[in-house]
């Protein structure tokens, strides 16, 4: 390997921290309108009136538009087609667009909305996911308000409880949590001459951004390009949603003729965004009395809010890891994803899985105490291990490295000696340390199988440099530098010479989200692909320049090689212009298909997933008993990536996921009263800083995939997941308390000591 497995430069580092990297909202074009969306205000009710004069007659206002305005389906397509792009007769949710206007400056459009006065007739609201399906409860969708009901059904659980030594059952709350990407919402749409559209925007998934452009629009999809603009960060937050903004500001690019310019400011955007599911978790887990799992049973409510959004295929993922990593025999689970009349909840990082991981992690540690066993202890003998069947029946073949993230993870925070030495300290601050192990199934799995395809091209230009386009985009996780590194290994060039071109929708065909972690295996393989005839073609024309057989020639950082004795014969850049010289196709198009699963929706059986990435975690902390306050001092962090392609990328994905799995644990809470978000900015959501931030100890494993570009496996999205589990059984190792509820703020940890004292 030239560049794969080892450490580069951020293709995308220089142009960010000069400042040159464009966003969406440093764009702008000529005649140029800013948008302003019209939002309910309250949680549930039917629109009476609508009263648009004061703000019509401010200047600079040119258009306002309802839901009688669009001029194809109002409907913003995800999962099931439920969410209209503008509220026609009833609003559901605190935020919900009714109207969108434009004017000639911002400030015009500001004033203007601030003059629209919508009159209702209020409509009984459900804010309680947990009573979505009580026969008294409001209809939100469907008689039980259920978006999707998902099952697992292996063995007996019945039977196994009643020959199980220990049976534990505790419910457990995760909170809403906001992506809190640094940039915020926001797309432009410009019309052109011809009768298409541009859309430029922030945004994970141009493919769902072109159809729901297209479908309010009433125009067939070629009509409507869609080019991604540098991205601040999105995390799940820019999956679906980015297909309203851009929807909001066609509908006005359309109406007026003219470019419409969208962005959110942060109140606006934390408002209506979607969010984590919030969830209610009830576990049962049945035990011999040395320590073997034999049976668990979970029931799983997440909070979907007002529209499905992507929570039907979230649910899929939670009902899949429910029972963790583990071999249990016997296993049964309930998920629900219900309505409520609270913002609707979408894609966030880990996809459903850290909720019911922190309940399932929680109980580990509470039967191995139970048991009079170490936590770890119990994790060693119940994980699964190569051959063994997942929840789903799905055995797993290879890959497996579960078992030497734990063994490093252990070794590394000296696990062994600190939980024998700390959780029996005197005073005011108790040190405590926590574990847990997870696991995360890598790709759209059976549930999003139709989009498990990924396109992409390549082409060498004469003098040697190499320009390539993909249909998944860079969002700050690092996917440009991990696919230049494959390309330049797969043709042999230096890594300076590769070229990733904007991900555009006119360049590539529909390559399914950025989503999954998904990217580094599809696309990557996608590229080997699409690589493959140029190099093929290349070494051929290099085999007519020397005279030796071509299976003996190969390229090598920029130069041609003969691979037996390693003898440099003549620079790349040589055989590209002869190959040019004799009109040879230097470019090719890539496309890869995921390898099949499979999914019983009846019983929740099925090879649910391509792989898993496994990861084990270790937190260390301090707590002080009389104010209730926790503060991480130390977080070891093992993960089975599969194959490191950019190590120090992998390390960046392990420290940035654990922070944000912290701040999930200890301060992160989306407050609502009535319905509405009452802490929709950043100085009263609060979000760990750089204060908080403990020493990170990240450890690359790799057991490499088979069908894996050079073995890699994605993973990251599961370095959040283990982290609150993790930080809660600390807390528990340290004090006594049992937390069954996050974050761990002062006032819960206080709650748990004061139980844990009677």
Same mark, same amino acid.
């Given at each position: 390997?030239?560049?794969?497995?080892? #450490?580069?430069?951020?293709?995308?580092?220089?142009?960010?921290?000069?400042?040159?990297?464009?966003?969406?909202?440093?764009?702008?074009?000529?005649?140029?309108?800013?948008?302003?969306?019209?939002?309910?205000?309250?949680?549930?009710?039917?629109?009476?009136?609508?009263?648009?004069?004061?703000?019509?007659?401010?200047?600079?206002?040119?258009?306002?538009?309802?839901?009688?305005?669009?001029?194809?389906?109002?409907?913003?397509?995800?999962?099931?087609?439920?969410?209209?792009?503008?509220?026609?007769?009833?609003?559901r949710y605190v935020g919900e667009p009714i109207g969108v206007l434009a004017a000639t400056s911002l400030e015009?459009?500001?004033?203007?909305?601030?003059?629209?006065?919508?009159?209702?007739?209020?409509l009984p609201a459900l804010l309680d996911a947990t009573m979505a399906r009580h026969p008294e409860s409001p209809?939100?969708?469907?008689?039980?308000?259920?978006?999707?009901?998902?099952?697992?059904?292996?063995?007996?659980?019945?039977?196994?409880?009643?020959?199980?030594?220990?049976?534990?059952?505790?419910?457990?709350?995760?909170?809403?949590?906001?992506?809190?990407?640094?940039?915020?919402?926001?797309?432009?749409?410009?019309?052109?001459?011809?009768?298409?559209?541009?859309?430029?925007?922030?945004?994970?998934?141009?493919?769902?951004?072109?159809?729901?452009?297209?479908?309010?629009?009433?125009?067939?999809?070629?009509?409507?390009?869609?080019?991604?603009?540098?991205?601040?960060?999105?995390?799940?937050?820019?999956?679906?949603?980015?297909?309203? *903004?851009?929807?909001?500001?066609?509908?006005?690019?359309?109406?007026?003729?003219?470019?419409?310019?969208?962005?959110?400011?942060?109140?606006?955007?934390?408002?209506?965004?979607?969010?984590?599911?919030?969830?209610?978790?009830?576990?049962?887990?049945?035990?011999?009395?040395?320590?073997?799992?034999?049976?668990?049973?979970?029931?799983?409510i997440l909070d979907g809010g007002a529209y499905s959004t992507l929570s039907p295929v979230v649910s899929l993922?939670?009902?899949?890891?429910?029972?963790?990593?583990?071999?249990?025999?016997?296993?049964?689970?309930?998920?629900?994803?219900?309505?409520?009349?609270?913002?609707?909840?979408?894609?966030?990082?880990?996809?459903?899985?850290?909720?019911?991981?922190?309940?399932?992690?929680?109980?580990?540690?509470?039967?191995?105490?139970?048991?009079?066993?170490?936590?770890?202890?119990?994790?060693?003998?119940?994980?699964?291990?190569?051959?063994?069947?997942?929840?789903?029946?799905?055995?797993?073949?290879?890959? *497996?490295?579960?078992?030497?993230?734990?063994?490093?993870?252990?070794?590394?925070?000296?696990?062994?000696?600190?939980?024998?030495?700390?959780?029996?300290?005197?005073?005011?601050?108790?040190?405590?340390?926590?574990?847990?192990?997870?696991?995360?199934?890598?790709?759209?799995?059976?549930?999003?199988?139709?989009?498990?395809?990924?396109?992409?091209?390549?082409?060498?230009?004469?003098?040697?440099?190499?320009?390539?386009?993909?249909?998944?985009?860079?969002?700050?996780?690092?996917?440009?530098?991990?696919?230049?590194?494959?390309?330049?290994?797969?043709?042999?060039?230096?890594?300076?010479?590769?070229?990733?071109?904007?991900?555009?929708?006119?360049?590539?065909?529909?390559?399914?989200?950025?989503?999954?972690?998904?990217?580094?295996?599809?696309?990557?393989?996608?590229?080997?692909?699409?690589?493959?005839?140029?190099?093929?073609?290349?070494?051929?024309?290099?085999?007519?320049?020397?005279?030796?057989?071509?299976?003996?020639?190969?390229?090598?950082?920029?130069?041609?090689?003969?691979?037996?004795?390693?003898?440099?014969?003549?620079?790349?850049?040589?055989?590209?212009?002869?190959?040019?010289?004799?009109?040879?196709?230097?470019?090719?198009?890539?496309?890869?298909?995921?390898?099949?699963?499979?999914?019983?929706?009846?019983?929740?059986?099925?090879?649910?997933?391509?792989?898993?990435?496994?990861?084990?975690?270790?937190?260390?902390?301090?707590?002080?008993?009389?104010?209730?306050?926790?503060?991480?001092?130390?977080?070891?962090?093992?993960?089975?990536?599969?194959?490191?392609?950019? #190590?120090?990328?992998?390390?960046?994905?392990?420290?940035?996921?654990?922070?944000?799995?912290?701040?999930?644990?200890?301060?992160?809470?989306?407050?609502?009263?009535?319905?509405?978000?009452?802490?929709?900015?950043?100085?009263?959501?609060?979000?760990?800083?750089?204060?908080?931030? #403990?020493?990170?100890?990240?450890?690359?494993?790799?057991?490499?995939?088979?069908?894996?570009?050079?073995?890699?496996?994605?993973?990251?999205?599961?370095?959040?997941?283990?982290?609150?589990?993790?930080?809660?059984?600390?807390?528990?190792?340290?004090?006594?308390?049992?937390?069954?509820?996050?974050?761990?703020?002062?006032?819960?940890?206080?709650?748990?000591?004061?139980?844990?004292?009677?």
């Amino acid at each position: 390997m030239g560049v794969v497995g080892k #450490p580069v430069v951020r293709a995308d580092g220089l142009e960010k921290v000069t400042g040159r990297a464009r966003f969406v909202a440093d764009l702008t074009f000529p005649g140029m309108l800013f948008a302003r969306v019209i939002r309910s205000t309250v949680p549930h009710a039917r629109i009476r009136h609508i009263d648009l004069e004061k703000a019509l007659a401010v200047a600079g206002v040119i258009r306002i538009a309802l839901a009688a305005d669009i001029p194809g389906n109002n409907i913003v397509p995800v999962v099931l087609r439920d969410q209209p792009c503008l509220a026609e007769e009833v609003v559901r949710y605190v935020g919900e667009p009714i109207g969108v206007l434009a004017a000639t400056s911002l400030e015009a459009a500001e004033k203007a909305l601030h003059l629209v006065r919508v009159d209702y007739d209020p409509l009984p609201a459900l804010l309680d996911a947990t009573m979505a399906r009580h026969p008294e409860s409001p209809h939100l969708f469907g008689e039980q308000n259920v978006f999707k009901h998902q099952v697992v059904r292996k063995g007996d659980p019945g039977q196994a409880f009643a020959k199980a030594d220990l049976v534990l059952e505790r419910v457990y709350r995760t909170p809403c949590q906001e992506h809190a990407y640094l940039e915020t919402q926001g797309a432009i749409v410009v019309p052109l001459p011809d009768g298409g559209f541009e859309v430029y925007g922030s945004l994970q998934c141009p493919f769902y951004v072109q159809e729901g452009v297209a479908e309010v629009l009433g125009k067939p999809l070629n009509q409507i390009r869609v080019i991604q603009t540098s991205t601040g960060g999105g995390f799940g937050g820019k999956e679906d949603f980015p297909s309203m *903004v851009a929807a909001q500001a066609a509908i006005m690019a359309q109406l007026t003729g003219r470019p419409v310019k969208l962005i959110y400011d942060r109140d606006e955007d934390m408002l209506c965004s979607t969010k984590r599911h919030p969830a209610w978790i009830r576990f049962k887990a049945g035990a011999t009395s040395d320590g073997q799992l034999v049976a668990a049973q979970v029931e799983y409510i997440l909070d979907g809010g007002a529209y499905s959004t992507l929570s039907p295929v979230v649910s899929l993922r939670g009902t899949v890891h429910a029972a963790g990593p583990y071999s249990i025999p016997d296993i049964s689970v309930d998920t629900y994803a219900v309505a409520t009349n609270k913002v609707p909840n979408g894609a966030f990082r880990g996809f459903g899985e850290p909720q019911v991981a922190f309940a399932c992690e929680c109980h580990m540690d509470e039967m191995a105490r139970r048991l009079g066993l170490d936590p770890l202890e119990l994790r060693r003998r119940n994980l699964l291990r190569q051959g063994d069947a997942t929840a789903t029946g799905q055995i797993l073949c290879g890959s *497996v490295g579960l078992e030497e993230c734990l063994d490093r993870v252990v070794e590394a925070a000296n696990y062994s000696s600190k939980v024998q030495q700390w959780g029996r300290e005197q005073g005011a601050l108790r040190r405590g340390i926590g574990i847990s192990t997870v696991f995360y199934g890598m790709g759209l799995g059976a549930g999003g199988a139709p989009l498990a395809r990924t396109g992409s091209h390549v082409q060498v230009c004469l003098d040697g440099s190499v320009l390539f386009a993909v249909g998944t985009t860079e969002i700050g996780q690092g996917m440009r530098t991990v696919l230049s590194q494959i390309v330049a290994d797969e043709l042999g060039v230096p890594y300076q010479a590769v070229r990733m071109a904007p991900c555009d929708t006119s360049r590539i065909p529909d390559s399914g989200p950025t989503v999954a972690s998904r990217t580094t295996t599809m696309s990557g393989n996608s590229l080997r692909r699409a690589c493959e005839p140029i190099r093929t073609t290349l070494l051929g024309t290099a085999a007519r320049m020397t005279g030796k057989p071509s299976g003996e020639l190969c390229f090598e950082d920029g130069f041609l090689v003969h691979c037996r004795n390693g003898e440099r014969l003549c620079p790349y850049t040589e055989v590209v212009q002869e190959a040019g010289r004799n009109r040879e196709n230097l470019a090719a198009v890539g496309w890869y298909q995921a390898p099949q699963t499979s999914w019983d929706a009846e019983t929740g059986q099925g090879h649910a997933y391509l792989a898993y990435a496994f990861a084990a975690n270790v937190v260390e902390l301090e707590v002080n008993i009389q104010t209730g306050q926790v503060r991480v001092t130390r977080i070891t962090a093992a993960h089975d990536v599969g194959r490191a392609i950019n #190590p120090q990328g992998v390390e960046g994905q392990i420290e940035g996921g654990s922070i944000q799995g912290l701040g999930y644990g200890l301060f992160e809470e989306v407050l609502t009263s009535e319905g509405r978000v009452s802490n929709n900015n950043f100085s009263t959501y609060i979000l760990p800083t750089m204060l908080d931030t #403990p020493e990170i100890e990240p450890i690359i494993v790799e057991s490499a995939y088979e069908k894996g570009p050079y073995g890699a496996k994605g993973f990251g999205e599961q370095p959040l997941i283990g982290i609150a589990p993790a930080l809660r059984n600390a807390i528990l190792h340290a004090c006594g308390a049992l937390l069954t509820e996050i974050p761990a703020t002062p006032e819960r940890v206080l709650e748990a000591l004061r139980k844990a004292e009677d």
